[in-house]
Every structure is written in structure tokens, then in C-alpha cells.
Antibody, heavy 120, light 108 residues
Framework: QVQLQESGPGLVKPSQTLSLTCTVSGASISSGNHYWSWIRQPPGKGLEWIGYIYYSGSAYYNSSLKSRLAISVDTSKNQFSLNLTSVTAADTAMYYC????????????WGQGTLVTVSS | EVVLTQSPGTLSLSPGERATLSCRASQTLSTRNLAWYQQKPGQAPRLLIYGASSRATGIPDRFSGSGSGTDFTLTISRLEPEDFAVYYCQQYGSSLWTFGQGTKVEIK
């Protein structure tokens, strides 16, 4: 059974960097069969795609976040990570990691999510 | 960037009724790149439909997806109590993903 688990600080100060890691079990990132994605959801609002990455390190980002965003992968640990710099209160959200299906452009497995609050 | 517009914003129905949710794209989409998700309070979204019309693993057959081009529909043939939730459509194109704003299906 494929499982994803987000981890990282729940509170980040404004102007600092938000760093999260997604640990994958039940599937191997290095198999190259899937891409791996980050999505976020501000409290009470809808879903926003952040970006995705392949095991090779090739990454694609939401244009609205691109200047502050870096997604990386560590195949030895079967993890991928998100770094978002210069955060503001607008970055407060539930952050989800997810796997992109090999059959279609859809997110077939999701982590439970981690709430990150940006506040001093 | 493709914009997805979902309607209605809220759908008030009773258990046993039929639900029809719409997702309209600002550009023509490949059907392979359109998906639907269900999200309940406090939970991560769950994939329902991929490729516009294929049910994901374990999804009951009362859920069906249809459409092509710019107009797509999610139909729930007979609402069960556990189906009251928020539903999102999602598309992929040119290495970018977008979600619709969601339709809430609530108990009337």
C-alpha cells in the first residue's frame, strides 16, 4: 500500500523559509514510474497546485510561486522536499504531498497533509 | 494558464437524489488530463475519476464522469450519506496543473 507522509515545522515566521519533506513508502521514487507533487489549501479555501518533480530532479512549478520555490528529491531516502522562501501570511495553508498516477494526469495517492502557519 | 470554473458553487440535495456537477475549462482539454476529487472535512482529497471518465480504484459505480473539449460533468446517480462533501475538478496541460474552485454538495 502506497503511503505518503508530510513532515516539517507547523509554524514559520514571516520572511523566513518554509521547508517540508514528504516520505514515501510502498513505492520507489527512483523507479521512475511516477512524478511526485505538492499541493496546498489555505484554511476554508480551495486547492492550489504548487509543483511536481521526477526522480531525476526535473521539476515544474506554479508560475505564481516559481521565484520563491524549490522542490528537490532524495532517492536514497525515498523522499522529496519543498522549500518556499520569503513566506507571508498568505502562505498559511494545509500542505499535501501526492503521487501522480502513471495512467493519467491525476493524483492517486495523497498524504494526510500538514498545517503550516506563518506568524510572528 | 487554463482556468477551470465549477458550477454550481453549492448543490443542496437529499439522499437518493441525482447530483450533476459541472466543470468548464477556458481552453480545450485532452480528456486524459481531466480528473475529479472528493474532499471531506479534515481529510485529504480522494481521487474519484481520471481521464474524464475512468473511475479510480475502489470508487463506487454511482460516480461517473463525462465530457470533452471544454465541458465536463461529474454525476452521482443516487446520493448516499457519505457523498456529501466538496468536489474539485483538475486539469493538466503544458506541464502545469490547475484546480477548479470546488462544488459543495450539502444535505437539503
Amino acid at each position: 500500500q502506497v503511503q505518503l507522509q508530510e513532515s516539517g515545522p507547523g509554524l514559520v515566521k514571516p520572511s523566513q523559509t518554509l521547508s517540508l519533506t514528504c516520505t514515501v513508502s510502498g513505492a520507489s521514487i527512483s523507479s521512475g514510474n511516477h512524478y511526485w507533487s505538492w499541493i496546498r489549501q489555505p484554511p476554508g479555501k480551495g486547492l492550489e497546485w504548487i509543483g511536481y518533480i521526477y526522480y531525476s530532479g526535473s521539476a515544474y512549478y506554479n508560475s505564481s510561486l516559481k521565484s520563491r520555490l524549490a522542490i528537490s528529491v532524495d532517492t536514497s531516502k525515498n523522499q522529496f522536499s519543498l522549500n518556499l522562501t520569503s513566506v507571508t501570511a498568505a502562505d498559511t495553508a494545509m500542505y499535501y504531498c501526492a503521487r501522480i498516477s502513471g495512467r493519467a494526469a491525476a493524483l492517486d495517492y495523497w498524504g494526510q497533509g500538514t498545517l503550516v502557519t506563518v506568524s510572528s | 494558464e487554463v482556468v477551470l470554473t465549477q458550477s454550481p458553487g453549492t448543490l443542496s440535495l437529499s439522499p437518493g437524489e441525482r447530483a450533476t456537477l459541472s466543470c468548464r475549462a477556458s481552453q480545450t482539454l485532452s480528456t486524459r488530463n481531466l480528473a475529479w476529487y472528493q474532499q471531506k472535512p479534515g481529510q485529504a482529497p480522494r481521487l474519484l475519476i481520471y481521464g474524464a471518465s475512468s473511475r479510480a480504484t475502489g470508487i463506487p459505480d454511482r460516480f461517473s464522469g463525462s465530457g470533452s473539449g471544454t465541458d465536463f460533468t461529474l454525476t452521482i446517480s443516487r446520493l448516499e450519506p457519505e457523498d456529501f462533501a466538496v468536489y474539485y475538478c483538475q486539469q493538466y496541460g503544458s506541464s502545469l496543473w490547475t484546480f477548479g474552485q470546488g462544488t459543495k454538495v450539502e444535505i437539503k
